[in-house]
T-cell receptor, first 108, second 114 residues
């Protein structure tokens, strides 16, 4: 699977949009971009995934650049409950290979 | 409903004990997974079951023995574990074993080996 690069940590203000970047410059044409998050001591939670097009669901939006070498996860209105480790994963097959992720802290 | 349940929530066992972790899903998913997560590290894949058959073993030591009795249940049998096996054990499921199928995780079992 292609490697991803994410910031180690980010702070966000409650009520504002949180934009989480991810670089995946070696991504192949058939690899999906997945986002998960893990709130302390809980199991990872699926957020969203996409192949080429931008995607939106009730939790977030995923913006993938045209060359697919990077993506941004957008949480439209961050709340304190969004404080978590966010993982960007490039997936070619059955395997989810988690990296270190971005620790996002939402502050009041 | 995207719920995966795991029991027990916490488990303490000695190195000579035999114990089992249980995972259950009722979403009709045909792929199920075991992951291991050490403290302050990301989850790592251990096993993959597809249509109740073991399809992937990520070079896991034989003291961990998975079992899939039916399409809704996944067990992980533990025997002669070491203290370094203490970790959060996570179960996940997906519709099929495919890169386009999102995996849903359970809350995990926190295992301590003494």
């Amino acid at each position: 699977d292609a490697k991803t690069t994410q910031p180690t940590s980010m702070d966000c203000a409650e009520g504002r949009a949180a934009n989480l970047p991810c670089n995946h410059s070696t991504i192949s044409g058939n690899e999906y971009v997945y986002w998960y998050r893990q709130i302390h001591s809980q199991g990872p939670q699926y957020i969203i995934h996409g192949l080429k097009n931008n995607e939106t669901n009730e939790m977030a939006s995923l913006i993938i650049t045209e060359d697919r070498k990077s993506s941004t996860l957008i949480l439209p209105h961050a709340t304190l409950r969004d404080t978590a480790v966010y993982y960007c994963i490039v997936r070619a097959d059955y395997k989810l290979s988690f990296g270190a992720g971005t620790t996002v802290t939402v502050r009041a | 409903d995207t719920e995966v349940t795991q029991t027990p929530k916490h488990l303490v066992m000695g190195m000579t004990n035999k114990k089992s972790l249980k995972c259950e899903q009722h979403m009709g998913h045909r792929a199920m997974y075991w992951y291991k997560q050490k403290a302050k590290k990301p989850p790592e894949l251990m096993f993959v079951y597809s249509y109740e058959k073991l399809s992937i073993n990520e070079s896991v030591p034989s003291r961990f023995s998975p079992e899939c009795p039916n399409s809704s249940l996944l067990n992980l049998h533990l025997h002669a574990l070491q203290p370094e096996d203490s970790a959060l054990y996570l179960c996940a499921s997906s519709q099929v074993r495919d890169r386009g199928a999102e995996q849903y995780f359970g809350p995990g079992t926190r295992l301590t080996v003494t």
